[in-house]
């Protein structure tokens, strides 16, 4: 990106609750330190996952220009940096954090929708942005910058039990609720108990089991989150 990037002073760290490295991937974590070296204004997100791994790199710089973005309230601060209310639910504070940047680095895991909204948004916007791509189902990943000519739109599939290999698609759902804020979803399946099933296992596996949980009551599935 060059020149537009090297002209930036206020950068936007986001990404999906999905990551759950320890750390940040190394190309990352080198050009968020090329960014801090030269002295930006950060803007970071405070949901679990990738946000929480952008605070935890900027805690072990002692870093202390940044401001951590949240909706109503703010679950999670680890340098103790000034807060901002960007807006009244998820949607409208990553709008608004995007909105108050010039700039952007994106985690993005397994094509989440919410975060593929904002890349559309950043792209529409023209704001140089680097985006990290993992797929945690075979551990590919790339990095490099927002590609103007690619189409980040994503199609919510529909969600068709298999009595062996699982269920395709909860992998997506559970990232898109985690990211989207709400405290409850109905999730459709032509078995609600099979989808229930699944659901639980695929909670179990990630170790979510004190944040998410799964009721099966007149033959409808229902996601819930847990009180953190």
Partial sequence: MGEAWASCRR???????AYKG??????????????LDRGMTVIVGEARGACRAFQGHL????YGDVVVGHAKSIRYNAGSWPTRMY??????????????????????????GVIAKN?????????????YELSTK???????????ARSYSYERRSIRPRRRGGQEGLGEVVDAFLESGEGERLVEGEDAGLTGYYLNKLIMERGLEGVLGVSVESGVCRLRRLKE
């Fill in 22 to 35: 320890e750390g940040l991937p190394e190309e990352v974590a080198d050009v968020l330190d090329e960014a």
């Fill in 87 to 112: 807006g009244d639910d998820v949607n409208s504070r990553e709008r608004g954090m995007i909105d108050d940047c010039d700039s952007a680095i994106i985690i993005w895991v397994n094509g989440s």
């Fill in 59 to 62: 805690a072990a710089r002692g």
């Fill in 138 to 148: 075979d551990g590919e990943s790339r990095f490099g910058p927002l590609d103007p």
């Fill in 119 to 131: 890349l559309e948004y950043l792209k529409r916007l023209g704001k140089p942005t680097y985006v």
């Fill in 11 to 17: 950068l936007l760290l986001m990404g999906s609750s």
